[in-house]
């Protein structure tokens, strides 16, 4: 498929650990830096992490430096966002999409259709 995918949300504890992972086809992936950004109700959309094609390069939003880690498998094209010490406020949908640079300045295209993570207090 073109659009990504996003899965693995859910609900969890605070404190607690979730993964959620964004697989799309190497057509769409390869080359490309890959974004997570999440959106809760009522809220503009926010960049929470990004990687590099190679996954040599990273970049986080300061809300989550130090607790959520993004890694990216690219014979499987796939990327991951593994998050940890999750606090309610962590709770949005989140989603994945592609750009050409790094961090939340460039322009992000092929979004998918997100995944429900929600973080109970």
């Known amino acids: 498929q073109v659009q990504p995918v996003e899965s693995g949300g859910g609900l969890v504890q605070a404190g607690g650990s979730l993964s959620v992972s964004c697989a799309a086809s190497e057509r769409t992936f390869k080359y490309y830096v890959i974004g997570w950004f999440r959106q809760a109700p009522g809220k503009e959309r926010q960049f929470v992490a990004g990687?590099?094609?190679?996954?040599?390069?990273?970049y986080y939003a300061d809300s989550v430096k130090g607790r959520f880690t993004i890694s990216r498998d690219n014979a499987k094209n796939t990327v991951y966002l593994q998050m940890n010490n999750l606090k309610p406020e962590d709770t949005a949908v989140y989603y994945c999409?592609?750009?050409?640079?790094?961090?939340?300045?460039?322009?992000?295209?092929?979004w998918g259709q997100g995944t429900q993570v929600t973080v109970s207090s």
């Open positions: 990687i590099s094609w190679s996954g040599t390069s990273t």
């Open positions: 999409a592609r750009a050409a640079g790094l961090g939340p300045g460039y322009a992000y295209d092929y």
